[in-house]
T-cell receptor, first 111, second 114 residues
């Protein structure tokens, strides 16, 4: 599976937008980009995923670079509840669905 | 609430013992996955089932086994437990085994081996 690179930690002020970057320079054409987050003492939670085009849902937006070698998860207005570890994951669309989690980005939201 | 349930929530047992962790997927989901999260290894995929059949596995020790039953619930069996097996065990489910679909995770079972 292709690897992803994320910053270990980021901080954001409450009610401000947050841009969480992810580099995936070895992505293949069939890899989907998934984002999950894990709040303290909870299981991972689905956030968003996409293949080529930018995606929006009620939780966040996913901006995918034109060459697909990087992506950015955008939280439009950070709340204290958004403090979590965010994982960027690539999954091959042809081979299966098990996810390989890296170390993720630990997001701290400052009130 | 993801709709995935796991029991028990906590389990404390001694080395050498055997335990069974149970997972009920979301209604309608046919695929079940097991993950282990420990402090030193992070979140690791163990095994995947789809509609009762094993589909993929990785990082799973021979002392561990799993199955998915006709009603789609799954059980993860851990035997000859060692101190290093202490971890959070998560179950996830998805409607399809393909990667275009998201996975929904349960709250986890915290296993402590003493």
């Amino acid at each position: 599976d292709a690897k992803t690179t994320q910053p270990n930690s980021m901080e954001s002020n409450e009610e401000e937008p947050v841009h969480l970057p992810c580099n995936h320079s070895t992505i293949s054409g069939t890899d989907y980009i998934h984002w999950y987050r894990q709040l303290p003492s909870q299981g991972p939670e689905y956030v968003i995923h996409g293949l080529t085009s930018n995606v929006n849902n009620r939780m966040a937006s996913l901006a995918i670079a034109e060459d697909r070698k990087s992506s950015t998860l955008i939280l439009h207005r950070a709340t204290l509840r958004d403090a979590a570890v965010y994982y960027c994951i690539l999954r091959d669309g042809n081979t299966g669905n098990q996810f390989y989690f890296g170390t993720g980005t630990s997001l701290t939201v400052i009130p | 609430d993801s709709g995935v349930t796991q029991t028990p929530k906590h389990l404390i047992t001694a080395t050498g013992q055997r335990v069974t962790l149970r997972c009920s997927p979301r209604s309608g989901d046919l695929s079940v996955y097991w993950y282990q999260q420990s402090l030193d290894q992070g979140l690791q995929f163990l095994i995947q089932y789809y509609n009762g059949e094993e589909r993929a596995k990785e990082n799973i020790l021979e002392r561990f086994s799993a199955q998915q039953f006709p009603d789609l619930h799954s059980e993860l069996n851990l035997s000859s437990l060692e101190l290093g097996d202490s971890a959070l065990y998560f179950c996830a489910s998805s409607v399809s085994p393909t990667s275009s679909y998201e996975q929904y995770f349960g709250p986890g079972t915290r296993l402590t081996v003493t």
